[in-house]
């Protein structure tokens, strides 16, 4: 049984730019929730997604935006890059009879 | 609002020492609670989990942990480290957990050296 995946495992992007992740949940579950980790801190809560619609969302500008699929795949887009978005970007899933696995991450430089 | 505290941001012991990581946490019902570790370079990785009944939780790795509602603590011990442990620990609780609103609360991690 594959865990959460995600893809692409590292990218560079150049200031201004745009950038998509992409995360498979693990099998069965239904919810995504993405974090942000920066250099030398804890994993931050971005958003998450639930039957394709925005559920919570933590303190992140309209920059970064998602989106889940109705196979309950989902994507987060992070508009007009700043440097301060480097970082590595992991993807979590769960459901209500299971708790939360955390993918390998995307570890994204911004240029 | 809830919170995850790691007094230590930065703990060395010795190869063959005994180590214990601190965790104190701010949740009003009884919480999920999560040690996970962080190599250089890598992702998270689980080490173990306290979802209810006993207290002590056994890892991987030679970890354990001790739940005490009474202290709000979750604190992380290894008899005998080695010097592979030498990573980023995070200690977490989870909001909400079994929910559609469930989200993962991490503390800022402490950092563990390991002398040979």
């Known amino acids: 049984d594959a865990g959460v995946t995600q893809s692409p495992t590292h990218l560079i992007k150049t200031r201004g730019q745009q950038v998509t992740l992409r995360c498979s949940p693990k099998?069965?579950?239904?919810?995504v929730s993405w974090y942000q980790q920066a250099l030398g801190q804890g994993p931050q809560f971005i958003f998450q997604?639930?039957?394709?619609?925005?559920?919570q969302r933590g303190n992140f500008p309209d920059r970064f935006s998602g989106h889940q699929f109705p196979n309950y795949s989902s994507e987060l887009n992070v508009n007009a890059l700043l440097l301060g978005d480097s970082a590595l970007y992991l993807c979590?899933?769960?459901?209500?009879?299971?708790?939360?696995?955390f993918g390998e991450g995307s570890w994204l430089t911004v240029v | 609002a809830q919170s995850v505290t790691q007094p230590d941001i930065h703990i060395t012991v010795s190869e063959g020492a005994s180590l214990e990581l601190r965790c104190n946490y701010s949740?009003?019902?009884?919480?999920?609670l999560f040690w996970y570790v962080q190599s250089p370079g890598q992702g998270l990785q689980l080490l173990l989990k306290y979802f209810s009944g006993d207290t002590l939780v056994q890892g991987i790795k030679g970890f354990e942990a001790e739940f005490k509602r009474s202290q709000s603590s979750f604190n992380l011990r290894k008899p005998s480290v080695h010097w592979s442990d030498a990573a980023e620990y995070f200690c977490?609780?989870?909001?909400?957990?079994?929910?559609?609103?469930?989200?993962?609360?991490f503390g800022p991690g402490t950092s563990l050296s390991v002398i040979p």
């Open positions: 997604y639930y039957e394709e619609e925005e559920r």
């Open positions: 949740y009003g019902a009884t919480p999920y």
């Open positions: 977490a609780v989870v909001h909400e957990p079994k929910t559609s609103y469930d989200k993962v609360i």
């Open positions: 099998s069965g579950h239904d919810t």
């Open positions: 979590a899933s769960s459901t209500l009879r299971d708790t939360i696995y």
